[in-house]
């Protein structure tokens, strides 16, 4: 198996005897162990047995637990790790498509010199040079002038380099993603700190309410930890004391979400918050109780302004008043307003007025995960344009990117793209050929997830305190080196050496801190062994709830309804539910049809059969959606769920690169959004307006419905 280690002495240390059960986690030795490819036919692998490793899903920045089934030195089947408290066994569709992420064609398979190409076409250079690339633009540059910029996965690097750039005295480390935006990761957790006293996410304990009102989160997609969540929604729905789960959901278009739930109510979007507000006050009119701070809310104008009838929100009010577990959570466009921080205290504000702040069925704060001195979100799209200025102000002469794709992910308005022609040398580390990565000087490639050691922190969905490990569960298919390993290299080569030695140690360094940690999952004598269960295990994590329940507070509102661009229709984008943010280069998620849609392989547009018909348009009909930030042309999805003023696009494919299965095909509705912000600093994307003007072409959808069955389309007299 090994130079260092025989099979043998190995079971032993591993104390099992089992060598599907052995590689999960195989102690200290696990780090020399040699997964094989398939032609080299490693010793440990027989024909018809398979050998799990648990790791950690890094298809999005969750950190649900995984375990990979191998055979014969391949990944075969991605499945949950039962063991994992977040997840619990369970994975969405991109975590299942993990492997076409491992296999795919178009990976960027060793260092290049790319030369800022529109396609991959650099010329190859070696390790050695790339190191000492890394290592001169370290050692040459002022501390000032260097710039990391990372994703929101893996943690573990992300705290490599802000030691690193500690080190340097460099500025720390921005980490940015799409995802982050779409959840208005900002809001939430600013509403929480006005409100609770403390900057935290809000844990919403879905799976003890009994009535749940939600709005504009769709918990059920990509929202914050949708596997977590759904879990949690399946609880509630089978419901306690024969009293099944009741789900209200708010938004102006039927998400995946408002599909399921019992009732959809298409506000108007801007709305939210007063809606909350008025359901507030009328549920203490109803229950005979003091109103608190919706005390001077006028439901009947909240009603009008929502496009919903006050009648309809005093039967809601009922609800809610008569439940014993109630609960009220808001995210996406709801939060992505002018007033989208208003809106957050509102529902918050909701919570505590119906008395479920730290009860159960209830309103919590998320544990840290283990190790973690204070919750740290990603960067706001406020402070994603400040550090675009500086990009463009010439401050910054290295930038190394990681995990993120900016040319894509950030709104044109933002500048991004004409800002890093400004800069003297981009490095980025980027495992697939995408926008950002053509746009660098240098493409090191960091291993696939799946070929990776590692951690992520767990930052909600979970009551328990927990952190999830990875560790590789192939031997890496190209020449890719872990880019812990590059930057620790290059440190010592620029005279700015780290105490580690790679990248293993490094992570053995962090997990150092749990061993004499009472009341975890697991417990070690030592660190060796602590890494061993580490790794069979997936992560460690805390047994007992560590869910906060903080002190309710009375919230100041200032209630008031979103402020629009000028434009004929509400724009109303949502993240795929099947793409995600990086998806589009999986084809089986490509050929996933869209939960309300079903359409496969491209962007449309979603209108109201009225308002289509006002306009002349027709099924498949493409339109230009106009705003002042820029334009896109798609073709028209007919959805009776949407409201008439309003109009929808995913987020999701779009793509000038990122390989074969998503360059070239469909539109990025974020090239529509301007650099507005509300008061968290998060993106208003959602206060934006458009008109719609008909292009005079057409092009055909793949869907898997039948348009016949849906909409009668070809079925003449007598059929």
């Not at 399946?234 to 998400?255: D, H, I, P």
Request: glycine share 10%; net charge negative; with cysteine.
């Amino acid at each position: 198996m090994t130079q260092k280690i025989s099979r043998r002495d190995m079971l032993k240390l591993a104390g099992l005897g089992a060598t599907t059960a052995v590689l999960t986690g195989c102690g200290p030795a696990s780090k020399y162990v040699k997964r094989e490819p398939y032609f080299s036919m490693p010793e440990y692998t027989y024909n018809g047995e398979s050998t799990f490793y648990a790791t950690t899903c890094r298809e999005c920045a969750a950190g649900c637990g995984t375990v990979i089934r191998t055979m014969q030195g391949r990944a075969l089947k991605v499945e949950g790790n039962k063991n994992h408290p977040l997840n619990l066994g369970k994975t969405c569709a991109r975590g299942q498509a993990a492997l076409e992420g491992l296999y795919n064609p178009d990976r960027v398979t060793g260092p290049l010199k790319q030369g800022r190409g529109n396609k991959l076409s650099g010329s190859a250079v070696t390790w050695d040079n790339a190191i000492g690339t890394v290592a001169e633009a370290l050692k040459n540059h002022k501390p000032d002038e260097i710039a990391f910029l990372m994703g929101l996965a893996p943690d573990h690097l992300f705290d490599l380099a802000s030691e690193l750039t500690g080190q340097l005295g460099a500025p720390a480390p921005i980490r940015f993603g799409a995802l982050g935006m779409f959840e208005s990761r900002a809001t939430l957790s600013r509403a929480a700190e006005e409100l609770f006293g403390q900057a935290a996410m809000p844990f919403f304990d879905l799976a003890n309410a009994d009535v749940v009102f939600s709005f504009g989160a769709n918990f059920l997609e990509t929202w914050l930890s949708p596997v977590a969540y759904t879990r949690g929604y399946s609880r509630m729905r089978k419901g306690k004391n024969r009293r099944r789960g009741y789900l209200v959901q708010f938004e102006a278009r039927m998400s995946q979400t408002a599909a399921v739930a019992d009732e959809w109510i298409p506000i108007k979007p801007g709305s939210e918050g007063l809606v909350a507000a008025a359901i507030g006050k009328l549920a203490a009119e109803a229950r005979g109780a003091s109103a608190g701070a919706f005390k001077n809310v006028d439901a009947a104008a909240a009603a009008k302004a929502a496009g919903v009838s006050l009648e309809k929100l005093e039967y809601l009010a009922g609800l809610l008043a008569s439940a014993f577990n109630p609960l009220a959570l808001a995210g996406g466009a709801a939060l992505a307003q002018s007033n989208g921080l208003q809106t957050a205290k509102s529902v918050l504000a909701l919570d505590a007025l119906l008395g479920n702040i730290g009860q159960p069925g209830g309103v919590f704060l998320s544990p840290l995960a283990p190790g973690q001195e204070a919750y740290h979100r990603p960067a706001s799209a406020q402070e994603m344009g400040e550090f675009v200025q500086k990009i463009n102000s010439g401050a910054v002469k290295v930038l190394f990117i990681h995990g993120v794709n900016p040319a894509f992910e950030l709104p044109k308005s933002f500048g991004f793209i004409e800002a890093l022609k400004k800069v003297e040398t981009v490095i980025s580390f980027a495992t697939f050929p995408d926008e950002t990565a053509l746009m660098a000087d240098y493409i090191f490639p960091d291993h696939h997830g799946l070929e990776s050691f590692g951690y992520q922190r767990v930052f909600t969905g979970a009551a328990e305190s927990a952190l999830s490990g990875a560790q590789p569960t192939v031997t890496p298919f190209h020449d890719t080196r872990a880019t812990a390993d590059v930057l620790l290299a290059a440190a010592a080569q620029a005279g700015q050496a780290l105490p580690y030695a790679d990248e293993y140690e490094f992570v053995k360094s962090k997990l150092r801190q749990f061993v004499p940690l009472s009341g975890g999952f697991f417990a070690a004598p030592e660190i060796n062994t602590f890494m061993a269960y580490f790794q069979q295990y997936g992560g460690w994590w805390q047994t007992g709830n560590a869910l906060v329940a903080p002190a309710a507070a009375n919230a100041k509102l200032n209630l008031a309804e979103a402020e629009f661009e000028e434009g004929e229709f509400f724009l109303v984008p949502f993240v795929s539910p099947t793409l995600g943010e990086a998806g589009a280069n999986k084809p089986w998620l490509q050929e996933a049809p869209d939960p309300t849609t079903t359409v496969m392989w491209n962007t449309w547009v979603e209108i109201n059969p009225e308002t289509a018909h006002e306009l002349h348009l027709e099924n498949d009909d493409i339109v230009r959606i106009v705003s002042a930030a820029g334009e896109v042309e798609a073709p028209v999805y007919l959805y009776p769920a949407i409201r008439p003023d309003t109009i929808a696009i995913p987020f999701g494919q779009g793509h000038t690169a990122y390989g074969r299965y998503a360059a070239g095909r469909g539109v990025n509705p974020a090239d529509l959004f301007g650099p507005r912000v509300n008061e968290a600093g998060d993106l208003a994307f959602a206060g934006t307006k458009v008109r719609v003007e008909k292009a005079g072409k057409y092009r055909v959808l793949s869907r898997l419905e039948s348009k016949i069955g849906v909409y009668g389309e070809g079925m003449g007299e007598g059929h």
